[in-house]
């Protein structure tokens, strides 16, 4: 079988998928930054790099976990119309916070997880903290656009 990365070469589908997962993530880090940032600036503390760094990491897993327990995607999920689904069982608030759990390190820890899942065997659409979980995120597509009223028109002349 082959890896992630051989398939990501040549399949649009896998590669706007990747895509929009990457966006949701940035979305996501300035949700879960911004408002860490401002609290700690305002608590005087925000040139503390270490506790920056704590306190972002604790509060995107946190928001991560809730978001995709509760309703199964995050703000930026939502934007680019992807969700969290459970391979097996259902999505639990474990599952949830295991699959979120590489964001304590935002930095860094995201993209070696995008990277291992994409070098191992099995759906290409994993990150490899889906594949020990048994998650996966799906692209709901949107149903296509009604047709306009002159079109409907002249199908019914």
Do not use: C
């Amino acid at each position: 079988m082959p890896s992630g990365f051989e398939v990501l070469g040549h399949n649009r589908a896998l590669q706007l998928h990747w895509a929009r997962r990457f966006g949701a993530y940035a979305i996501d880090a300035v949700v879960a930054l911004m408002p860490t940032w401002l609290v700690l600036a305002l608590l005087g503390a925000a040139s503390d790099v270490v506790l920056l760094g704590v306190a972002s990491g604790v509060v995107f897993v946190l928001y991560g976990t809730a978001a995709e327990a509760l309703l199964g995607k995050t703000l930026g999920k939502y934007v680019f119309d992807l969700e969290v689904r459970p391979v097996r069982g259902a999505l639990t608030v474990g599952k949830a916070a295991a699959r979120n759990a590489p964001k304590f390190f935002w930095y860094l820890f995201p993209l070696l997880d995008a990277i291992l899942g994409l070098l191992g065997e099995g759906d290409p659409r994993q990150r490899f903290s889906d594949r020990a979980v048994g998650t996966t995120v799906v692209w709901r597509e949107a149903p296509p656009a009604p047709a306009p009223p002159e079109a409907r028109a002249s199908r019914q002349s």
